[in-house]
Nanobody, 114 residues
């Protein structure tokens, strides 16, 4: 059974940084492409980025490109999202997702506000 647990969300000021983490269990993590999504209040869930199973390829939404960086440690079954130069519009619940097999975490709230 796929289990994904996110952590690291908190309140941060504009221009600040956050590092979100996702710990996986119940499947072969090193075989799965991993993704981050986010959902802002009153909006549809949107894709943030995708990283390949080996961590060698990554793609980002235009809205976060140059500010967010994904990384993964297949030895620790962990998947991180480093978010820099945060803006109020980055406020959202952030979810990690495994592609193979498909599964979602419960989300972690990141809030950017002064």
């Amino acid at each position: 059974q796929v289990q994904l647990v996110e952590s690291g969300g908190e309140l941060v000021q504009p221009g600040g940084s956050l590092r979100l983490s996702c710990v996986a269990s119940g499947f072969t993590f090193s075989n799965s492409v991993m993704l981050w999504y986010r959902q802002a209040p009153g909006k549809e869930r949107e894709w943030v980025g995708t990283i390949g199973a080996d961590g060698d390829l990554a793609n980002y939404a235009d809205s976060v490109k140059g500010r967010f960086t994904m990384s993964r440690d297949n030895g620790k079954n962990s998947f991180d999202l480093q978010m820099n130069n945060l803006k109020p519009e980055d406020t959202a619940v952030y979810f990690c997702r495994a592609l193979t097999p498909d599964g979602w975490g419960q989300g972690t709230q990141g809030t950017v506000s002064s």
